[in-house]
């Protein structure tokens, strides 16, 4: 049988930097075919040379073994391949059915765009793979996770004989994920050659029919699920085993660091109080559109709230911007990087400082480069971010190291407490390992930690307590050793 797509001897240097070495790799129709491989191995740079985004420098690409060459995205799409990016690329202030269709709108004779046709297509899409979104909101009032899906969506229109999905469950809930994979089963069903990246190695051996490994640029494998395994998957991504042991609770003080108390926002979220030791990792659990980032988002003054109030250290705040709250030692690690978190055009070292420059200004307002500098690197090496140069663009870092340097953005400003929601989304679980046990750390270091997790087993693996959240309220605060999942399951969807 001839693979549907096939990629012959691949390779690609950026500058000096080689990123794919002589790299094979074949999918056929109706295979889910997954690649896995640590941060920065290589794997959306494989897929954005098949996908037209960049120039292989050696190598042929195949599709029903007709070499091609796509220049561009579009041109890939035209010839039935679409790839699903990493990073979110949707216009916020269009409306969903536009997003979709952009550029190739349908139009009346006069040339002017026929929107009702518009929405209808849109609509007859979202039916097909059996999803309910309304084509005509604007796609940035829906989170993350439904803009995936949108995202999803709008690869699927192409007719694409290949659909390649760099990370598309990083931000889905589990109940979207598994929305998710009954559009890939059907997809199947129609022949659809599907590869499939991704960190979660559970997921990967759900779904995927046979798994392929990049190590440093090289393939080094591919496996059948049914003859491996976890561990021995692992093992050929970082060349070693790892327990995926959560890091030791802490000793948690009885000392109130932060208080919310009746904290409403009509209609995201109702009456939500809690509170957060010091020292303590407190977990935030609950249903993708649950409320948790919208609490966040109002504790960190990005957003307002209209009743209750927020104490630290028993003093009521008055936050009105990000600004003041970092200033109280306030910091939010936010669960979009793009959007709020990182300046992607800026080099990774003014990223890192970007939230502590006024540790970094001397008397006469002026900032010091070599305290800078020193901090920058320092971060860098503490976090295991890859490549070690801070001068790099954060454009060029691959989506997880992207992750971490976010991660020393908000560790350098020496927070009394830090939210992290979804601090480990897109990260190698090597790299998960570590962010885990530095979350860990700051706690000992008697910090506040408030994770917000979609994925349970981190959340209660990590958290000394879990608030569960549903549809804006909070529905259970769960203390002890052994949380169950069943547990937090029930209290988020019931
Ligand atoms: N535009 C670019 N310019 C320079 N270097 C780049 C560019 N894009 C990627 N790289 C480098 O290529 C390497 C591979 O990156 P890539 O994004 O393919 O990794 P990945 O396997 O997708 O990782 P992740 O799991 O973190 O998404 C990294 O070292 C990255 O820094
Ligand atoms: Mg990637």
Redesign the pocket.
Known sequence: MTPVLEIRRASKS?GS?R?LHDVSFAVYAGEVHALV?E???????LMNIIGGIHRRDAGEIMLNAEPIDPLDPWQARQLGISVVF?ELSLTPNMTVAQNIFVRREPTSALGLIHWRQLNDDARALFERIGIDISPTELVGNYSVGIQQIIEIAKAISFDAKVLIMDEPTSALSESEVDRLFSIIAELKQQGVAIVFIS?KLGEVLRIADRVSV?RDGEMVGVVNPSDSNQDEIIHMMVGRSLGDLYPAKGVVSDEVLLEVEGLSHPPLFHDISFSLRRGEILGIAGLIGAGRTEVARAIFGADRYSRGSVKLAGIKLDLKSPRQAIAHGIVYLTEDRKVMGLFLSMTMRDNIVSSSLARFTDALGLLKHRAIADESLRAIKQNDI??RDDLLSM???????QQKSLLAKCLSANPKVLIADEPTR?V?VGAKVKIHQALRDLANRGIGVIVISSELPEVLGLSDRVVVFREGHVSAVLDGDNIAQADVMRYAVQ
């Open positions: 950026f930097h990123v491989g941060n920065g191995a290589g794997k959306s740079t990493q960190h990049l890859r490549p454009t060029s870092l691959s989506g997880g190291n897109g190698d």
